[in-house]
């Protein structure tokens, strides 16, 4: 008879066999606590690359994180900008969206394909299949960021009415309407069921979906939140934001099934905006189909890391090194969790640099690897022991707290400058600062008013601190005090110890602060020259004449002070001049071409523009004595 014993001796033996076998495969220096929790994380990084060069950079550094758990690349990045969309007129909103990804501009339903030109949908589908097959070789999985439910030509619902959804466009941003499709109508659920389908069964390595919605060219029915104001077909106002967010993840959802896979369907919180008001929110969290997520939960946690790129822009490599080691202490080792790591700029017109990417996701995997108790401060002083070797680490760790602190400033008392919408959509950066812009020719405005972010030309003219048909303004003294801050940390980089590891990236983060100041004393410059502008605009917008004959000692005082902050203005663009011609336009986002420079994209002629500017300041200089009254000693 059979001993029972060795039979039960057995079965624990093959048991133990076959999960040792079901464990990742060990290589490497890793701990074995961190291996046997490896695919409990799942890393989603966000880049809009249309270089497969880059991309492969991006890919290697990110392999990092394979040791840690599933590790995915966004492989939804147009070819080219949607030039097919771009009104002819001034509409300026439209180049929000320009940029967009979605479904239909890759694999288009066949309602939908004939209204979108087939080779900017090849050249689309073709870079993102090459890059779903470096991912695939290299043992990574892709994501898709798209923006959904986005619009559609005029002529689709000229043929399909009945599918005509909200309009979702900016009425202060647009001189041209925009509509989405209704995704409460069954042929709309198809047409992205089927769309999913194809994708996923073209590139079954796409793994993850998420988009943004509501905002910059996407939108649902009847939101709270839609630009114009709710609105959307009779048909479908009695349904709520959640039933509606439910029809539409649960079609994408059956074109994952349709195409025998499984996908995760994540609809946008903090990668790019999804604007619902909080009563949508809590009814969209509530209906949400399976494998489908949106708000975080304890049963299922999001995490949110990236730097600084979009506050900074267009200026890259500027990390906040605090602010980020400090949000690693979201990542729980133990737990199962979503990473979503960020290196697009809004409205995908650049990223972070090559080197900050591979700087964030190297700190990332040592984090990773860690046994240590999590502590910021105590990671700052050994990155910067690291970067900057022993003898300047002290030196390093001290600026980088100053940077934090500076940055911190920043957030508290000039939160409402954002490059992008400052320097690059209102060209603060590169248009001249002048007593009358309506004195310039039609020549001098060619090369920066076109690209204004504005419905209105004349308003684009004259009135600077027209933020995208807002008000803005800031105040002069603090922005001052903010460039002070930021000149002692550039000072401190500056005397770094050419013997430190990462003297090169130091050195170019250096390079690329006095740049993010030059920009942030535009921005005071500009706001406080409209203010003078605006207190004698009866005069400025007056007849020219000449003064009286009377002695004056100041003469008028707005004079002054108006020729105060444009000397400021024109010193402070010849030495940007300077530091972009000595190696500083590598720190600058700029556009391939001139035919790619837009609104929210700088040209990459930026130093012949900066030239051009200074220009234009002096050949104008005197024109503010036509109007105010000059000093007469």
């Not at 990390?319 to 400090?326: A, G, I, K, N, R």
Request: charged share 20%; net charge negative; hydrophobic share 40%.
């Amino acid at each position: 008879m059979a001993n029972p014993f060795k039979k039960l001796s057995l079965l624990i033996f093959l048991t133990f066999l076959i999960l040792i076998k079901s464990l990742p495969a060990k290589s490497g220096n890793y701990p074995d606590t961190l291996r046997i929790n490896a695919q409990q994380k799942t890393f989603v990084i966000n880049a809009c690359i249309r270089d497969l060069d880059e991309f492969k950079k991006l890919v290697s550094y990110a392999a990092q994180l394979k040791p840690y758990g599933k590790v995915q690349i966004n492989v939804g990045t147009l070819a080219d900008n949607s030039f097919y969309e771009l009104p002819k007129q001034r509409s300026p909103w439209f180049q929000y969206a320009c940029n967009n990804a979605t479904p239909y501009k890759f694999f288009p339903d066949s309602k939908i394909a004939p209204f979108i030109p087939a080779d900017f949908v090849a050249k689309n589908k073709a870079l993102l299949l090459a890059k779903a097959k470096i991912l695939k070789e290299n043992g990574m999985e892709a994501a898709f960021f798209g923006s959904d439910p986005d619009f559609l030509p005029e002529a689709f619902f000229a043929t399909y009415p009945e599918l005509l959804g909200p309009r979702i466009d900016h009425p202060r941003r647009s001189n041209n309407k925009a509509f989405s499709v209704c995704v409460s109508m069954k042929e709309t659920q198809d047409m992205y069921t089927n769309m999913m389908a194809e994708m996923l069964t073209a590139a079954p390595e796409i793994k993850t979906f998420y988009f943004k919605t509501n905002d910059a060219g996407s939108g649902f029915c009847w939101s709270d939140w839609l630009y114009s104001g709710s609105n959307g077909p009779m048909h479908c106002k009695n349904e709520t934001a959640g039933e509606r967010v439910q029809k539409f993840m649960s079609a994408l959802q059956a074109g994952a099934a349709k195409a025998g896979t499984t996908l995760d369907v994540y609809l946008a919180e903090h990668m790019g905006t999804s604007n619902f008001s909080d009563p949508e929110k809590s009814d969209i969290q509530n209906h949400l189909p399976k494998n489908c997520y949106y708000l975080n939960s304890p049963q299922h946690e999001m995490v949110y890391l990236g730097t600084d790129i979009s506050a900074m822009y267009p200026v890259n490599s500027l990390p906040d090194m605090l602010s980020l080691l400090t949000s690693l202490k979201s990542i729980n080792k133990q737990k199962e969790q979503t990473v979503f790591i960020n290196f697009r700029v809004y409205y995908d017109r650049a990223n972070e640099s090559a080197d900050t990417e591979k700087a964030l996701l190297t700190i990332l995997a040592k984090y990773m690897a860690s046994n240590d108790a999590f502590d910021a401060n105590t990671m700052l002083h050994q990155l910067s022991e690291e970067w900057a070797g022993k003898k300047n680490a002290d030196n390093l760790y001290n600026t980088f707290i100053a940077l934090h602190e500076a940055f911190h400033f920043k957030n508290q008392s000039l939160g409402n400058i954002y490059g992008i919408n400052w320097n690059v959509a209102a060209r603060m950066m590169n248009r001249p600062l002048v007593a009358a812009p309506q004195r310039l020719s039609k020549e001098e405005e060619a090369y920066f008013l076109p690209h204004v972010f504005n419905v209105s030309e004349e308003e684009a003219r004259m009135d600077y601190m027209d933020i995208q048909g807002g008000r803005r303004t800031t105040s002069h003294d603090t922005v001052q005090m903010y460039v002070e801050e930021i000149n002692l940390v550039c000072k401190s980089l500056e005397e770094m110890d050419a013997s430190a590891p990462q003297h090169a990236f130091i050195q170019k983060m250096c390079t690329g602060l006095k740049i993010h100041a030059s920009l942030m004393r535009s921005c005071g410059n500009f706001s406080e020259a409209q203010s003078i502008r605006e207190s004698v605009a009866e005069k400025l917008n007056g007849v020219i004449h000449r003064p009286d004959k009377e002695p004056t000692w100041m003469g008028d005082t707005a004079l002054q002070q108006f020729n105060e902050v444009m000397r400021d203005e024109l010193d402070n663009t010849q030495e940007l001049i300077n530091i972009l011609e000595h190696g500083g336009i590598s720190s600058l986002c700029l556009a391939k071409d001139a035919a790619h420079e837009d609104c929210f994209l700088l040209g990459p002629n930026i130093i012949e523009q900066l030239k051009k500017k200074r220009k234009i300041m002096l050949d104008h200089w005197l024109d503010i004595q036509d109007y105010l009254t000059t000093p007469f000693r």
